[in-house]
């Protein structure tokens, strides 16, 4: 329907005529089980923008009623037949069970939450560790086992007791009499003269 009002604009703005022949072909098109919302409601169909003969309105090449829906009821029994040859029943949670959402844009199973109310039509709502609640159908949401459980919160008749402290380990004592010892700089070499034998130049007369 949104399809439909969206494309009946001229110029941009919306068309009264062309809305009303759209919605007229809408009347006149057979849903599941061969007939059109006319004639479900009249019984017959309506006339529209497309040509037709007189005589195909006539009584006697209307379908009957009861026809129309066995054959509707036989079409969603095959659909409902069909459906459920790989579809499995999901189990139901509980509050306090941690679960996954699922991201409905990327489809990943990215938020985890924890279950803290349940609906009436398989609905549930989620708390996230930010705070957030969400309200999810069953098929969005994915149990999980949390990695690192809460355990059980104390009441206020329980005593708490303190885990016993590790005693500390014994520093090592310094000894003021030894000096630290400094670092020596490390042995210069001494400089050496060159053995190499030097010759004298030989210089041609002027």
């Not at 479900?40 to 007189?54: C, E, G, K, T, Y």
């Not at 306090?96 to 609905?123: A, E, S, Y």
């Amino acid at each position: 329907m949104k399809k439909l009002v969206s494309g009946c604009k001229t110029g941009g703005r919306p068309d009264a005529n062309k809305l009303a022949k759209s919605l007229l072909l809408f009347r006149n098109a057979p849903r599941i089980g061969g007939a059109s919302p006319a004639q479900l409601v009249f019984n017959r169909p309506v006339r529209d923008s497309l040509p037709a003969h007189r005589r195909s309105f006539a009584p006697e090449w209307q379908q009957l009623a009861e026809t129309l829906e066995a054959r509707a009821h036989r079409a969603i029994t095959r659909q409902t037949i069909r459906y459920n040859l790989t579809s499995s029943a999901l189990p139901s949670l509980n509050v306090g069970d941690h679960v996954l959402i699922q991201d409905p844009i990327t489809k990943r199973w990215i938020t985890p939450g924890v279950v803290v109310d349940t609906g009436d039509f398989r609905d549930y709502f989620i708390k996230t560790a930010a705070g957030r609640v969400f309200r999810r159908n069953r098929r969005f949401l994915r149990q999980r086992v949390a990695v690192m459980p809460e355990g059980p919160k104390p009441t206020a008749g329980t005593p708490q007791i303190a885990p016993p402290i590790p005693p500390a380990a014994p520093e090592p004592e310094e000894n003021p009499e030894q000096p630290e010892p400094t670092a020596r700089p490390p042995p210069q070499e001494a400089v050496r003269k060159s053995t190499r034998k030097r010759n004298s130049p030989q210089r041609y007369p002027a």
